[in-house]
């Protein structure tokens, strides 16, 4: 499977009073590898909406490794790590350079308009399974 990166760069409104980048800022920032990855795969949030279909977060485990800053060009990879249902895991990391600054591992479940978890539907399985 391949890793998709997308590039951040850091802005003030990201920094704490430190100077670092905050910590809930990261979560900003892997949602927007995790959206971009869907967008390569041909997987649009609001197409899906039209569906009836959502993901959201399951579960999230992060793991801070070392911190950003200011005007730091930072690379969110995101790599399909399994499926099963109605969940999707994944990989993410964000690297400075050949650092890695946070690694999560997230787990996205299909959910319908409702709230309720639905099975992952066969085309989206196609297109994870593929890349």
């Known amino acids: 499977m391949s890793t998709h990166q997308h590039s951040v760069r850091i802005y003030y409104e990201d920094t704490d009073f430190s100077g670092n980048v905050y910590h809930a800022a990261y979560l900003?920032?892997?949602e927007r590898g995790r959206t971009e990855w869907l967008r390569d795969l041909g997987v649009?949030?609001?197409?899906l909406a039209k569906d009836g279909l959502a993901f959201a977060v399951r579960h999230m485990e992060i793991d801070f490794i070392k911190p950003a800053r200011i005007d730091n060009l930072l690379t969110v990879e995101t790599a399909f790590a399994s499926l099963s249902g109605a969940r999707v895991r994944l990989d993410q990391t964000i690297l400075r350079g050949e650092t890695i600054l946070a690694a999560a591992r997230v787990t996205v479940v299909t959910i319908t308009?409702?709230?309720r978890a639905t099975r992952l539907p066969e085309t989206l399985r196609g297109l994870f399974l593929a890349d």
Do not use: A, V
């Not at 649009?44 to 197409?47: M, Q, R």
């Open 28 to 30: 900003k920032f892997f």
């Open 44 to 47: 649009i949030h609001s197409e």
């Open 113 to 115: 308009d409702t709230g």
